[in-house]
C-alpha cells in the first residue's frame, strides 16, 4: 500500500520564493459557493450511502432544495454587495435541474468549476474509465452551458480515487482543489508531466464542517473567519497566502447566519491590500508567474538534503 500521495514533494514552509500578487496584494482571497443538486433516490453506492436516514430523506432533499431556491439569491446578493465573484464548485446537473441559476451566475461572470455531475454520485468503486467519463462530461457541460473552459475541480463529496487528479489534469485542467495542505499555492505531480497546481481551498472554513462538523455558532464562525484571516495577512506581508471561504447554500444562506457571513465579508474586503479573486484566476497567475520557481526550488531543496 502506498505511504503518501505521490502529489506533492515535502516542502517546508519557509524560505519558499517570495508570492507577490497584484497590486502587491497580501492575501489572494476567493469565496467557492458550493451549488450542488442532490437526488432524493441515487443509484445505490456500495462504499458509501448519500443519506443516512431511510428513504425518502424528506429532510435532507429539502433543505438542499431550499438553497438552491432561497439560499443560493440570498447569498449572491451579499457577493454582489462585497464585489465579490463567486467561484462555483458545481454540481453540473445542476445547469439541467436550475438553469435560472447558471445564468444569474454567467451575468455576473462567476467561474463554473467541476464539483462532479450530482453530489450523491461518487467516485468510490469507479474503474478509471467510468471516473474519466464522468470528469469529462462534468467539463462538457460547463462548456456547454456556460461557455467557459473548466479550470478546476472539486470531487463529488470530496470523493476520490488514486487517480482523480491526474484524469483531471490529462482532461485539460489546470487546478484542484481537492488537496487541503497548504496555505500556499503548490505545483503538482501529475502523470502527464503537465505544469498543475492545487490552491488552498480552506476546508476548516467550510461553512458545512463548521456548522454541520464542528457544531460551532453563527458568531463564533465571523470570528474563525476574521482569525483565519488575520493570521493570513500578517503572514501575506511577507509572501502571499491564499483564503477561500468553501460555502453551500443551504448553511450559511439561511436566515439566522447570513450575518456571521457579512461581517466576515465586510471585515477582510476592508483591508486594501487583498486581491478579490477567483480560482481560476489564483492557479493561472501561479501558473504563469510562480510555477516553474517554486518547483526548481523544491527540487534544490530534495537535492540538498538527499
Request: charged fraction near 25%; glycine fraction near 6%.
Amino acid at each position: 500500500m502506498k505511504q503518501d500521495l505521490n502529489l506533492y514533494k515535502e516542502w517546508p514552509y519557509i524560505n519558499r520564493p517570495k508570492i507577490e500578487w497584484p497590486n502587491k496584494a497580501r492575501v489572494a482571497f476567493w469565496v467557492a459557493p458550493n451549488i450542488e443538486f442532490y437526488e432524493i433516490n441515487p443509484p445505490p453506492n456500495p462504499f458509501r450511502t448519500p443519506w443516512p436516514q431511510p428513504y425518502p430523506p424528506v429532510a435532507g432533499y429539502s433543505i438542499r432544495d431550499y438553497g438552491n431556491r432561497v439560499g443560493h439569491v440570498r447569498q449572491m446578493k451579499l457577493l454582489d454587495k462585497y464585489g465579490l465573484r463567486g467561484s462555483i464548485s458545481l454540481s453540473t446537473a445542476l445547469c439541467y435541474h436550475h438553469p435560472e441559476i447558471i445564468e444569474l451566475c454567467r451575468e455576473r461572470e462567476w467561474e463554473f468549476f467541476s464539483h462532479g455531475i450530482y453530489n450523491t454520485r461518487y467516485t468510490y468503486g469507479l474503474s478509471e474509465e467510468q471516473e474519466r467519463s464522468m470528469i469529462r462530461e462534468s467539463m462538457d457541460i460547463i462548456k456547454e452551458f456556460t461557455g467557459q473552459t473548466c479550470a478546476g475541480y472539486l470531487a463529488p463529496a470530496l470523493s476520490h480515487s488514486e487517480k482523480t487528479i491526474d484524469i483531471f489534469a490529462e482532461e485539460g485542467g489546470i487546478y484542484t482543489c481537492d488537496l487541503f495542505h497548504d496555505d500556499q499555492p503548490t505545483p503538482l505531480t501529475v502523470s502527464s508531466g503537465k505544469k498543475f497546481v492545487s490552491i488552498p481551498y480552506s476546508l476548516e472554513m467550510n461553512d458545512t464542517i463548521a456548522f454541520a462538523v464542528q457544531k460551532v455558532e453563527p458568531r463564533r464562525y465571523t470570528q474563525m473567519l476574521k482569525d483565519n484571516f488575520d493570521q493570513l495577512y500578517k503572514e501575506g506581508s511577507q509572501s502571499g497566502t491564499v483564503m477561500c471561504i468553501p460555502t453551500h447554500n443551504y448553511q450559511i444562506s439561511c436566515p439566522h447566519r447570513i450575518k456571521a457571513f457579512e461581517e466576515a465579508l465586510e471585515y477582510i474586503t476592508g483591508h486594501s491590500d487583498v486581491w478579490l479573486t477567483t480560482g481560476r484566476e489564483i492557479a493561472q497567475y501561479y501558473l504563469d508567474h510562480y510555477y516553474d520557481c517554486c518547483s526548481d526550488d523544491i527540487e534544490k531543496r530534495i537535492e540538498n538534503h538527499g
